[in-house]
């Protein structure tokens, strides 16, 4: 039977999405592999981090093209990529936690495009009068980060329902974020 990558790689992140511990022994349990066949393919966990954080990019940059982030209004964008990340939300709060990813030169540039194509969303939502502008770009970026990872950590550790993934994060990051009417 050949080695399905994509199947590898997405037992890999179910897995660690729910144990960022687990060894490449129980990596490849999960995936149904010997653990010399998992090795032959990723040559030790730095290996698949690195491959499950391309997935995680990719998958990423398909949630920020299917949300359509230039239509409508700033809020209606954010509604739409918080519900279509959702999926890889578990993914991508194991990798938000590989501190290896974001340290030094060898950092991968989609993260970057990734982080200007939500700033720019961010914004959008300023100039627009939708957001705050006292909270930069940036900040916003990493705040909505921060709740994509704990959203996807509360609902895999069954303390909020899976449906209520999408309101939550929006609704807790604009109702930080909405620009109030000066009193």
Wanted: glycine share 8%; with cysteine; net charge negative.
């Amino acid at each position: 039977m050949a080695l399905d990558r994509d199947h590898v790689l997405r037992s890999a992140a179910a897995l660690l999405t729910r144990k960022s511990t687990a060894t490449m022994d129980e990596v490849a349990k999960a995936a149904g592999i010997s653990r010399a066949t998992l090795h032959r393919r990723f040559a030790g966990r730095d290996a698949l981090v690195r491959a499950l954080e391309a997935l995680g990019i990719e998958e990423c940059e398909a949630a920020l093209d299917a949300a359509r982030l230039d239509d409508g209004s700033a809020q209606q964008a954010l509604r739409r990529f918080v519900k279509e990340i959702e999926l890889a939300a578990g993914l991508l709060a194991f990798l938000y936690t590989e501190n290896q990813l974001f340290e030094g030169e060898g950092q991968n540039e989609g993260w970057a495009r990734i982080d200007a194509r939500i700033a720019a969303l961010f914004r959008r939502g300023q100039a627009s009068g939708e957001f705050r502008i006292d909270l930069t770009p940036a900040w916003l970026t990493e705040a909505l980060y921060g709740l994509l990872a704990s959203g996807a950590w509360a609902v895999t550790e069954g303390r909020v329902a899976p449906k209520d993934f999408t309101y939550m994060i929006a609704e807790l990051l604009l109702g930080g974020a909405l620009r109030r009417e000066e009193p």
